[in-house]
C-alpha cells in the first residue's frame, strides 16, 4: 500500500512542470493571434510606425521615379502637386500586407518611386497595383492602401512632365 501512495505522488509532481509550459504556449499563440488579426486592419498612414515624419516636417521637394533604376525623373517644387501627396498620404488608410525582400511587380521594372524631401531628410516609398489593389512600400514593409496611389503618381508624373520638371541622375 506504501508503494502505491509513493507511486501516485510521484506521478502527481511529474505533471505540475507541464502546467507552466502548457499555459506559456497557450498565451503564446493568444498573443499571436491577436496580433495578426490586428495587423490586418485598416488605419490611418500616418499612425503606423515610420511614418511619424508626415506630421513633423513638411515637404519641400518630390522626385518621382517610374520604377527604381529609372534614368529619367520628374522633380518638382511647386506646392500643389506637393500637396496633392501630402493629402493623399494624410489620408490614406492602410493594411499590413506583408515584407518585401525584393521589387514585387515584374513588369515595367518594378514599383514606381516617391521620394519626399523634408528640410531634414528624404522618405522614398514604392507604390503598385496588382490584381486591381494598390500597395505602397516602405522600409521593405508592404501596406494595401486604399487609395488610388498609382493613379496619382501617374498624374502628378505627367504633370511634372508638362511644367519642364524633367531630371535625370546626371543633371
Not at 61 to 72: A, C, G, V
Not at 112 to 134: P, Q
Not at 138 to 145: C, L, N, P
Request: charged content about 25%; overall charge neutral; glycine content about 6%.
Amino acid at each position: 500500500m506504501e508503494y502505491l501512495l509513493r507511486n501516485a505522488k510521484t506521478k502527481t509532481k511529474k505533471k505540475w512542470w507541464l502546467v507552466p509550459i502548457i499555459s506559456g504556449a497557450v498565451l503564446i499563440i493568444v498573443i499571436t493571434i491577436i496580433a495578426i488579426v490586428a495587423s490586418h486592419r485598416w488605419r490611418p498612414l500616418k499612425n503606423a510606425p515610420g511614418w511619424s515624419w508626415m506630421k513633423e516636417s513638411s515637404v519641400q521637394k518630390i522626385r518621382l521615379r517610374e520604377y527604381p533604376t529609372s534614368p529619367f525623373w520628374a522633380v518638382s517644387e511647386d506646392d500643389d502637386l506637393i500637396q496633392s501627396w501630402t493629402d493623399f498620404l494624410a489620408g490614406a488608410e492602410i493594411k499590413w500586407k506583408g515584407f518585401s525582400i525584393q521589387i514585387l511587380p515584374e513588369q515595367g521594372g518594378g514599383a514606381a518611386v516617391i521620394e519626399l524631401f523634408t528640410d531634414k531628410d528624404c522618405y522614398s516609398v514604392e507604390v503598385f497595383r496588382r490584381d486591381g489593389e494598390d500597395y505602397i512600400v516602405k522600409d521593405h514593409i508592404i501596406y494595401a492602401v486604399n487609395g488610388n496611389a498609382l493613379r496619382l503618381f501617374e498624374q502628378t508624373f505627367s504633370e511634372i512632365l508638362n511644367r519642364g520638371g524633367a531630371a535625370t541622375p546626371w543633371d
